[in-house]
T-cell receptor, first 109, second 112 residues
Framework: GEDVEQSLFLSVREGDSSVINCTYT??????LYWYKQEPGAGLQLLTY?????DMKQDQRLTVLLNKKDKHLSLRIADTQTGDSAIYFC?????????FGTGTRLQVFP | NAGVTQTPKFQVLKTGQSMTLQCAQD?????MSWYRQDPGMGLRLIHY???????DQGEVPNGYNVSRSTTEDFPLRLLSAAPSQTSVYFC???????????FGPGTRLTVT
């Protein structure tokens, strides 16, 4: 079945850029998503990208999609302490969303 | 709009007990789903529904039942709780056009 992988941890200094990476195995996904989970809360959709796009920018967020390598990334510019959370990538697969394991982003001053 | 609501927020069960986790949404979404979240394993899909009267199994359906008698409600039943079902459970809903899923706040379940 579909496999979605992420590194578990990322630590960055406040004001720097963060890049969270994701790889997936199924190339037939139509949309690819990034979700954010703050402590004790459910997941919140940050952004998504259609599979025929290479890049999508939304304020401080930039999503890059490399379909050939099946690689998705989320760049957060000017990272703030409020960005500390777990970030999940997800890909659609028939009627389902398949989630990665999540990357815990820690922002230090 | 309340969005997606889940009850209870916390629950402790003994092995062998049964219970129902409630999920409701007021956005008229066709698609609803249940996930469990365990440390280091991301979210795994338990069951999902593409409309009232239609349900299907996800990745980890064993030990759980669902039904979808209305568009708004999608309860998850644990038939005979086991310690392996200790987890955080999330319900989510979306339209069918894009799986831009809206998540509930979660139910933290402990089975002793």
């Amino acid at each position: 079945g579909e496999d979605v992988e992420q590194s578990l941890f990322l630590s960055v200094r406040e004001g720097d850029s963060s890049v969270i990476n994701c790889t997936y195995t199924d190339s037939s996904s139509t949309y690819l998503y990034w979700y954010k989970q703050e402590p004790g809360a459910g997941l919140q959709l940050l952004t998504y990208i259609f599979s025929n796009m290479d890049m999508k920018q939304d304020q401080r967020l930039t999503v890059l999609l490399n379909k050939k390598d099946k690689h998705l990334s989320l760049r957060i510019a000017d990272t703030q302490t409020g960005d500390s959370a777990i970030y999940f990538c997800a890909v659609d697969n028939t009627d389902k969303l398949i989630f990665g394991t999540g990357t815990r982003l820690q922002v230090f001053p | 709009n309340a969005g997606v609501t889940q009850t209870p927020k916390f629950q402790v069960l003994k092995t062998g007990q049964s219970m129902t986790l409630q999920c409701a949404q007021d956005m008229n979404h066709e698609y609803m789903s249940w996930y469990r979240q365990d440390p280091g394993m991301g979210l795994r899909l338990i069951h999902y529904s593409v409309g009232a009267g239609i349900t299907d199994q996800g990745e980890v359906p064993n030990g759980y039942n669902v039904s979808r008698s209305t568009t708004e409600d999608f309860p998850l039943r644990l038939l005979s709780a086991a310690p392996s079902q200790t987890s955080v459970y999330f319900c989510a809903s979306s339209t069918l056009a894009v799986y831009e899923q809206y998540f509930g706040p979660g139910t933290r379940l402990t089975v002793t």
